[in-house]
């Protein structure tokens, strides 16, 4: 079971939390003018990253506020926690 | 009966004898003693037959690499199977059996397989009997009684087993020389220190070794040291306790045992207890097991791993034989030799695979008159239920090959040694690759990936001295990195220092028969696999190790290749000539040792605390009224209130009939309720729902649905405007957890300059729902404070007023149709604004109904219940309800409605359907074709999504999903039933009562 | 004012006396409450300012995870923009009228949960030992001090968990609809302590 570093409350156990998936998509404001692939990119498209991945959680049955980690999907390892509206680690970014 | 006890002390207690009853004999043992060591002490060597073979077998070990001597515990409800009796501490009483055998262990009847094991070779079950197909099952039938282990209980577990988190900085697993000293370190440094190990006593090797530590036998060290320990308020001792997972974020499970070592009648409490356990710090300090030998026959009872052999005459005082032979290819077995001979016991010979092995001990042995016999190997024994010769041939030089003319040596025990294993289980399960070790012969942990150290014998270090140094290395180490200052004070006890020769590996003993023939070399005794199996699977084509594994079934089993592992890779590699860390390990997982299904499902098993269950404040009343309750989510709502003699359908009837001729009350407080704050919370609103919210009147209310980005209906519920800027939001009962998170998802993500609050206000509101023509008169007389007039309160609208005094809000909405309130107080006062309303409404019969009056009620008035008549994959337009979407705005899931396939012809549409036959009741989930008589597969064109009698309508109605459903108003189709009947049905409008919606609007 | 004669708590159906054979355990409830739950930004000073005249808390200074006594007012950290007022009995209309009159004009929100949920107090020598059995929070002293709360879960059910002295006296705040299951579930696993 991992340990979450959430932004407020510190390192908490995983089953306070819920997964979020990909982090940082951003809604498009412009949605009439999506054809339906663009659309679709947005609604269902999402990376299988291994390794380094960026993902929301929410500390659910914390201070229920939503964060964003740096997660290795492959060993598990959380090298960032950060808060939402808060940039990346530096260099640090889903591959588009 | 013989009787094998020797005269030394050990470590039982000979005041307290203790009865036992195996395979249905009565034998005594001694407080101390295990099943294996009581038995081996009235000498009971055979104890098992085997997996496939049915061969008989003997007592192979001490402890958790047992592979033969697993048994049947107990009889019916506190049944155990698979016990190792290796394992089981004696008690008073005790009961136990083999298993594998049948009718029983001295004649097994299916022992014929092992005449027929030459046509019986691995991959034997998945070659023979997977074709033809269907008689698989009827194989597997018979395969199961004649393999598998011990039978499983068939009476519910009387057992109750605790569970416990715990949080410490240094965990040590294993109390041998390195654990205890590891724990004395970090105890000493005041870090929260928990010490666990497998066995009743802490110790290790120490409880049965003859070595001496400050002078003193190392016994008297343990108990020193455990008393220490036991006095530091930070440290946790944990006997009895097993680690067996070692899991990601240094998460280790162990499971204590609590009462297993006491008599039936002495259990009281708690069985097992699982530990869920986060360390700062691991420290790894397993032991390790010896390895048997790989020869001809060497699963006879009588054949011992020596380490066992010594355990048995020093810690249990147990001759387990009077004539021991000794076969070893280092030099542990040397010790056991003379634990022998220092109990009046005769050892004949050694036969040592190396050339000369000289070391102090071997030329003690000598003038003691044990015979070393070097370069040579036992390459068979003699004996079936137990051996009585061993046969020894010479190697030639080089090792590989035997040459010469066979020796047979008489004698009733053979005590071998192939080398140590390291236990590298929980460092492997926690990620460290375990890599190979030449000099050692033996696989060592790899580098640490989580936050642990192994220390001792399972980091490859066999000498006490060793051991202990390397343990408060680990302790001091472990609690440096917690934080805490290493203890000068600690010093390391003084050992004395034994020079070990070099292991010669011997893998496979090589033997006169060509490779794979002759007698059976065992490698896994546990599963059957013999030396030719693996030959066998390399031969054909199985190279990596994972494969072979699977295919021979060497490693699975209680001891999960604890014994096999090591020989049988080893073997594979020299089938495959490659080095043995190219071949490499299969993985090691979870878990160590077999785990009670009860401890990991723990207390909670099937009870009322398996899951929450969520009551209403008015929970205490329905059930006093006789209420079925029906599960949501996990609240429990009245389903329908059964009165003497009434049925199901007879109660919901009578329900609905006096709902809609007179009044009704329905307890609606699982409804989620969320307040919505804010300058923006209209704004909120617009993007959320699919209608519109900034135009609605303080205290009017308004019915929304709530989409998903993809445009498929996910929520729906009626809103109310508070004040200027606040709302009263409802979802639905299984929605309110999920809306409230999605709801503040897009706040803190998305809209974070939206100013708008959100609080969960779903248990503060205790909410009853009044409906029917007599409701406003009963809520009337109930609340004070309100004009109740047609007019002054007008339907979708809401007021403030007091209920017995109690501030209370009453909303008028409706999901009948009918005139109806809901009157919402502080749930504290629920259960009092429940009886003020039934004893208002007595004069008007009023009655309580559950959600399946509910269900009927809506369903006449054609409203849907999403998650019933919705899947995730209905839009609002699906429903027929575009009325509710708005046109001008945008809001979550809009885009998605104009996707290509969301506005595609046959899309299925929410229609209603009434059978042809009015009495007839479609079942939910019922699949729709057109023709009934089409060929198979018949095309489906959509399926019934809610079915019920309407007693107010006198026929049954139903709503369904059908493909383009709306434009075929008026035909009919059919509704096929598993028991072959087909029932007829025409496309209705889904509203089937009130079409104008006048009985609201009263 | 409410009359709390005929108000029933949520744990009305858990018999408490049952506790009294529990070795080292001390179990109460702290009925009838008031409960008000409060949203505001600290970065407005307004919202701030409102509050500490009102109730003398500077919310910026209380730690996340912690919570603080004001007189008869406890409040509790839940979120940045997220704290709970628990008041004596019969008092949480009083403060949420003076709270609203305070933070007119003001982004923040006050509603009254005191319905909602319940407050158990636990305490004792064993417990903390009882807590553990279902909290995955470490409870030993140097990590969990009087003054700290967290909200986490209870077995299965979401609570807010606070020390009132360290290691030995625990308080739960429990919403309702789970105070039966959890009232439940406390007996259950104290039965290893009778």
Known sequence: MLQIPCPWCGIRDESEFSYGGEAHITRPLNSENLTDEEWADYLFMRKNTRGAFLEQWQHAQGCRRWFNIQRDTVSYKISASYKVGEQPPQGMGNEK | MKNNRLQGEGRINRNRPLNFIFNG???????????????????????????????????????????????????????????????VELYEGLQASSVNCWPGLEFDFLSINSLFSRL?????????????????????????????????????????????????????????????????????????????????????????????????????????????????????????????????????????????????????????RLWKVRAKQVVLATGALERPLVFANNDRPGVMLSSAVMQYVNRYAVAVGQEIVIFTNNDSAYETAMTLLEAGLKVIAIIDNRINPGSSMADQLRSEGVKIIDQSVVVDVKGSKRINAVQVMSLQPGGDKVTGSVQTIACDLLAMSGGWSPVIHLSSQSGAKACWDDEKACFLPGVP????????????????????????????????????????????????????????????????FKAGRGPKQFVDMQNDVAASDIMLAAREGYHSVEHVKRYTALGFGTDQGKIGNINGMAILAQSLQQNISETGTTTFRPNYTPVTIGSIAGMNLGGELFEPVRKTAMHGWHKQEGAEF??????????????????????????????????????????????????????????LYTNAWKKLDINKARYGFMLGEDGMVMDDGVTIRLEENKYFMHTTTGGAAPVFSWMERWLQTEWPELEVFLTSVTDHWATAA??????????????????????????????????????????????????????????????????????????????????????????????????????????????GMDWVVSKVKDFIGRRSLYREDCVREGRKQLVGLLTLNGSDVLP????????????????????????????????????????????????????????????????????????DGEKQNV | MSDLQNGESPLVQIDFNQFEKVKGIKLTELKFQGHLNLRGRLNDKAFCKAISDAIGVELTSLKANTFILSEDFKVYWLGPDEWLIVTPPDQQLELKNTLQQALQGIFSSV??????????????????????????????????????CAQTHLSKATVLLSVVKSSEAFEIIIRRSFADYLGLWLLDSSSEFV
């Open chain 2, 25 to 87: 004999k009565s034998y005594q043992g001694f407080e101390g003693d295990t099943l294996a060591s009581a038995l081996l002490a009235n000498d009971v060597h055979l104890v098992a037959r085997s997996w496939k073979y049915h061969r008989p077998r003997g007592i192979l070990g001490s402890g958790a690499e047992e592979p033969n001597a697993i048994v049947q515990l107990e009889k019916g409800r506190l049944t155990v199977p698979n016990a190792r009796a290796t394992q």
């Open chain 2, 120 to 272: 019986m070779p691995s991959g034997f079950y998945y070659k023979t009997f997977m074709w033809p197909k269907k008689l698989w099952m009827s194989y597997e039938h018979v395969i199961r009684k004649a393999s598998g282990l011990g039978v499983s209980p068939e009476l519910p577990d009387p057992d109750r087993y605790e569970k416990t988190y715990a949080h410490c900085d240094v965990l040590i697993i294993g109390a041998g020389p390195a654990g205890l000293m590891a724990a004395l370190a970090a105890g000493k440094m005041s870090a929260r220190v928990m010490l666990v190990d497998e066995q009743s006593e802490f110790g290790g090797s120490m409880l049965h070794s003859n070595e001496t530590i400050n002078g003193q036998p190392a016994q008297d060290w343990v108990s020193d040291t455990c008393e220490e320990l036991a006095s530091m308020q930070e440290v946790k001792l944990l006997p009895r306790s097993s680690a067996f997972g070692y899991h990601d974020y240094n998460f280790v499970t162990i499971n204590e045992r609590l009462t297993d070592h006491l008599p039936t009648g002495q259990k009281t409490g708690g069985r097992e």
């Open chain 2, 449 to 512: 990936i989580q936050h642990e150290r192994s220390a001792g014998a399972s980091n490859g270090c066999f000498d006490l001295k060793n051991c202990l140094s390397e343990g408060m290395l680990a302790g001091n180490e472990a609690a440096q990195q917690c934080g805490f200052e290493v203890d000068a004070s600690i010093q390391l006890p003084v050992v004395n220092e034994v020079i070990f020769n070099r292991i010669k590996p011997l893998w496979l003993v090589p033997s006169m």
């Open chain 2, 630 to 687: 029906e599960n949501v989510g996990q609240w429990k709502r009245p389903w329908y209130y059964p009165r003497a003699g009434e049925s199901m359908l007879d109660a919901v009837n009578r329900e609905c009939l006096a709902t809609r001729n007179s009044v009704g009350i329905i307890d609606a407080s699982t409804l989620g309720k969320i307040i919505i704050e804010g300058k923006d919370s209209g704004e909120f609103l617009n993007r």
């Open chain 2, 770 to 879: 009044v409906v029917g023509p007599n409701s406003r008169k009963v809520v009337s007389a109930v609340c004070e404070g309100i004009d109740f007039d047609a007019q002054a309160f007008p339907f979708m609208s809401s007021r403030e007023g007091l209920v017995n005094g109690i501030e209370a809000r009453i909303n008028r909405i409706s999901f009948s149709g009918e005139l109806a309130y809901e009157v919402n107080v502080p749930a504290n006062y629920g259960l009092q604004m429940w009886e003020s309303l039934m004893a208002a409404g007595e004069q008007y019969d009023i009655t309580p109904y559950g959600t399946e009056s509910m269900h009927v009620l809506r369903a006449e008035k054609g409203y849907v219940i999403v998650g019933q008549d919705t899947d995730g994959s209905v839009t609002p337009v699906d429903l």
């Open chain 2, 924 to 995: 939910e989930g019922g699949q729709i074709v057109e023709d009934p008589n089409a060929s198979i597969p018949i095309p489906m064109i959509g399926h019934v999504t809610s079915s019920y009698y309407s007693a107010n309508l006198g026929y049954s109605i139903a709503m369904a999903l059908v493909k383009g459903g709306l434009s075929r108003m008026g035909e009919t189709v059919h509704i096929p039933l598993a028991d072959g009947k087909v029932i007829a049905a025409k496309i209705s409008s889904s509203i089937f009562y009130d079409a």
């Open chain 3, 111 to 148: 509603t009254d949960v005191s319905s909602g949920q319940t407050i158990i107090s636990i305490s004792g020598f064993n417990a903390r030992s009882l807590i553990e059995k279902g909290c995955t929070i470490d409870l030993h002293p140097r990590q969990f001090k009087k003054g700290d």
